[in-house]
Nanobody, 116 residues
Framework: QVQLVESGGGLVQAGGSLRLSCAAS????????MGWFRQAPGKQRDLVAV???????DYADSVNGRFTISRDNAKNTVYLQMNSLKPEDTAVYYC??????????WGQGTQVTVSS
């Protein structure tokens, strides 16, 4: 059974930083494609960042240079370091695991609110 538990969201002023964590079970982060997505009210869910089993990373243009995705294999946890936050970063952030069988699994989300 796959479970993804996000934490680290909260309220921060523009220009500040947050680090999100995704603690995974039933999904080995070192051998699966892991990602962070976000969804603002009334908007579609958009890709933020992904990290592959080989360690390669990709970022949305809107966050490239400000956000960094990483993983701790010993803790089976994926992180999203968010710097220079902007009000338009406000959204619910979701962790995703794409497992070897081809299925996607999602966490419950964590709210990030950036004030101006």
């Amino acid at each position: 059974q796959v479970q993804l538990v996000e934490s680290g969201g909260g309220l921060v002023q523009a220009g500040g930083s947050l680090r999100l964590s995704c603690a995974a079970s039933g999904c080995i982060v070192s051998i699966n494609n892991m990602g962070w997505f976000r969804q603002a009210p009334g908007k579609q869910r958009d890709l933020v960042a992904v990290i592959t089993s080989g360690g390669g990373t990709d970022y949305a243009d809107s966050v490239n240079g400000r956000f960094t995705i990483s993983r701790d294999n010993a803790k089976n946890t994926v992180y999203l370091q968010m710097n220079s936050l902007k009000p338009e970063d406000t959204a619910v952030y979701y962790c995703r695991c794409h497992i070897w069988s081809g299925r996607d699994y999602w966490g419950q989300g964590t709210q990030v609110t950036v004030s101006s």
